[in-house]
């Protein structure tokens, strides 16, 4: 199948208005009135980001959620996204197939459409890229450097299950309901929370939890004091022992959010988030640095590469 | 180097306004007032696109200036761009450093800034991907579907030089003065002419002559006539003698535009591009498919892939 059959059959239906039916040089879109952009873009690449037997709706999914996380954590709805595909010729169409249908699934939860692309072969590998085309009300981006001392610290969800999930694909810890490998293979993006007015600073947890707040202490300017008993853990991986502390506070890939949020907003946040867990699990103050108070306040002493960058 | 040490020092001083430094999860870009945005991404994957000893700034250069000429084959004018970069862990930072003077050489020349970007490890190969914003004035972008039976056809500058330069790279050809091999590893997209009003369709000239012209065809639903002779060769391309006309016709990377345009615009045409050399080589009219005429008038019989669609 050459670049355009496979362009016309599998990915001209997914096109929206904005995309031409990929039949140009470029999209061309309509911003939308009196909004403000917001733009990024993950990859993923086989073998460093998923394995090569990995269903590949999943991985269509994960590569578009981890975008879409990051245009959550900005306070920005999402508008389309422009894909580029490296497949090794050898990748059988059933792959594509696959890839095509997880792209679907995920427009048509999140409102989305493809907005344009580049098709090539690899030497080997497969490689993905999207870049998420979002918008937010001028004034309403989320940043991670806001954060004001005395802004208690918010997560949404539970952290640390995706680690764990990964650890269990890897045959290093059991996951009998599937639930940790799931959270690994499909994040659920925050999407659609009107935080404008109520957080200050906001961030997803890509890298780690320990890591990605160090973002918010760094760029605001502050210290972060955390109790690790708080930080909210799924009753699957509470499952796994009191062990895995360490690995679920450092590990990735969980697309949570991160929130700073004056104490007074507390209520306003809770009825943001209708629906969805959201836990305190700190306080921002002066200083920099992340202070980590277990059950008896001592710190914990975490050596992970999520942690040492703090 | 981890990665927020890399993006720090590399490229954190790219980006522009609308990146905020490289330091939140998203670009916030101001859309212009009044514009449409015009977006599309491109790859450049080692072993596929460049080779392995390529300059690297040479790289980083013809992966922006392809994408630009997207959007000049659009009509629009660039604002800025998102990257991602895949390295393998043996690459030298020299190679990086190169790499970023590229962009920066370029961000300068186009008027454009870095917005965002994922920098991730690879298993193996080099893999880069840029993708571009720019914008147009509502009605203005240049579609592949605006021709129109009668109207001429042109083309910028010289074609077929890049396909030859990369046949000289090969070792297949002499080139000489390097004319050649030049054109193919830094192409000069056709940006910033004033082209609304005056053609009714432009595609750039990316995949060869006769693909991309087929392309305008089949989105405009219409048949071309040119004639061989008066495809514009390079003196540099000249000098290889009578046998390579195929290949010039057939052979990507040239990355100027093709334009459709009614005759009374000529005039108009000249005057928008004043110091760019452009060539009326044939003329849409009804039907489908491109008929090729030589010297006599007789048909060319092409075989490679760049007729075979057609």
Request: glycine share 12%; proline share 6%; aromatic share 4%.
């Amino acid at each position: 199948m050459d670049e355009f059959t496979r362009i016309n059959k599998f990915f001209a239906p997914l096109a929206g208005e904005a995309g031409l039916e990929l039949k140009d040089d470029a999209a061309v879109l309509a911003p939308p009135p009196g909004r403000l952009l917001v733009l990024t873009v993950d990859q993923m690449l086989e073998g460093v980001h998923f394995l090569t037997g990995d269903d590949p709706a999943l991985i269509a999914r994960k590569l578009l959620r981890r975008n879409l996380s990051d245009l959550a954590a900005m306070g920005a709805a999402p508008l389309g996204y422009l894909l580029t595909i490296a497949l090794p010729p050898s990748l059988p169409e059933e792959w594509l197939a696959g890839f095509v249908s997880g792209l679907e699934a995920d427009q048509r939860q999140f409102g989305i459409s493809l907005l344009g692309g580049d098709s090539s072969s690899s030497l080997r590998d497969i490689g993905l890229t999207a870049t998420l085309i979002g918008h937010v009300a001028p004034g309403q981006a989320l940043r991670r450097n806001g954060a004001q001392a005395g802004d208690e610290i918010w997560v949404t969800g539970t952290i640390g299950d995706a680690v764990l999930g990964l650890e269990a694909r890897r045959g290093r810890l059991a996951d009998p309901t599937g639930f940790l490998t799931r959270r690994s293979m499909l994040p659920n993006p925050r999407v659609g929370l009107a935080l404008a007015g109520i957080a200050n600073a906001a961030i997803d947890i890509s890298d780690g939890l320990m890591q990605d707040l160090g973002h918010v202490c760094q760029a605001s300017g502050l210290a972060a004091v955390i109790q690790a008993n708080l930080v909210p853990i799924s009753p699957e991986a509470a499952a796994q022992g009191p062990g895995i502390m360490e690995l679920r506070l450092t590990g990735g890939d969980d697309y949570e959010l991160l929130l700073a949020v004056p104490p007074e907003k507390a209520e306003a946040l809770r009825a943001a988030c209708t629906g969805i867990k959201i836990t305190r699990i700190g306080v921002f103050q002066p200083g920099d640095g992340i202070e980590l108070l277990g059950d008896g306040g001592a710190m914990f002493n975490l050596a992970t590469s999520g942690w040492k960058h703090f």
